[in-house]
């Protein structure tokens, strides 16, 4: 066979038309397949990039330790302090064994009870506003079976709620109901405090002497009773005044009346911590929107 000089061996072999271009269209296969496969390779690259953070958080937060009490607070059940109670009166077992120490720390795998019921921390947070009514308890339960607030909002939420400090069953008003315990905690704690109105009714008109004194600060059995304001509703009928505190001690408003010789008759809440019971009828509720939301954890960390 003759052999071809290297310098012109291609043209020696020279393909014909249709294998040229069956070559070509091979190669543009090829050059899309591996142009598609580089790209999903990207698009993966970015989808691990951005799914990394999250999974770090998620874990972070399976595995951070949590006092219990704060634990049993973000589970729906009660305000952290209340909480705290609950774990040294001894009605709260981790891993089946009783816990007396509100500060333990709960660690990932733990198994938490109280009173009997296994309790996890709560995903979603609810938080509603209602306008308490008088004859209603302030509670989750009432072993007297008696109403409660939370037979106002049943239709409301499926997540385990309860209320924010307390309105004893004569006292009406502004009532804030969540799952959110670190809130709750800081609400009612009293290094932060929170301002509350009240409109009140008396039994007969308050004294000018007697509006100086609680103005002045009154002490109760439990101790001073400090007023932020007070100021008379109606000029002309004195029966009506309205008063500002930021104590959240028990019955702290008809305690400063009665002091004085005075019987509340009608007692409502019209402010909590910024929130109002406008547009909202007697025994209905409504959500808070989320600058509510962001105003009251502005308000829970002290800041006025």
């Known amino acids: 066979m003759k052999k071809v000089d290297p310098r012109f061996e291609k043209f020696a072999h020279k393909k014909s038309n249709a294998a040229i271009k069956e070559a070509f269209k091979q190669e543009k296969r090829q050059y899309k397949k591996e142009r598609a496969a580089y790209f999903e390779q990207k698009k993966a690259a970015a989808r691990i990039a951005a799914e990394a953070p999250k999974i770090e958080r998620r874990a972070a937060t399976q595995t951070a330790q949590m006092p219990l009490n704060k634990y049993l607070a973000h589970s729906g059940l009660c305000s952290r302090r209340d909480a705290a109670e609950l774990v040294k009166e001894g009605k709260v077992k981790v891993n089946a064994v009783v816990v007396w120490d509100p500060g333990y720390k709960v660690q990932p795998n733990d198994v938490v009870t109280a009173n009997g019921k296994k309790v996890t921390p709560e995903k979603n947070l609810v938080y509603i506003l209602l306008n308490k009514p008088k004859d209603y308890i302030t509670t989750t339960d ?16 499926k997540e385990r709620v309860y ?13 804030l109901i969540t799952n959110d315990g670190e809130l709750a905690q800081q609400l009612t704690h009293p290094s932060n405090e929170i301002k509350k109105v009240y409109a009140v009714t008396l039994n ?8 100086d ?4 600060g009154v002490v109760l059995e439990d101790g001073p009773a400090p007023v932020d304001v007070l100021a008379y509703a109606d000029s002309k009928d004195k029966t009506q005044v309205g008063i500002e505190i930021h104590s959240g001690r028990n019955r702290i408003v008809r305690r400063i009346f009665e002091s004085l010789g005075y019987e509340v008759k009608h007692l409502d809440r019209v402010m909590f911590g910024g929130l109002t019971k406008k547009n909202i009828e007697r025994g209905k509720y409504r959500f808070l929107k989320e600058k509510e939301i962001r105003n009251l954890k502005f308000f829970g960390k002290g800041k006025k």
């Open 204 to 211: 007969k008109p308050l004294e000018k002497k007697d509006f």
């Open 142 to 157: 009432d072993p007297q079976k008696r109403k409660t607030v939370l037979d106002l909002i049943k239709n409301a939420t």
């Open 163 to 175: 209320p924010v400090g307390r309105l004893d069953r004569n006292t009406s008003g502004v009532l």
């Open 213 to 216: 004194k609680i103005v002045q």
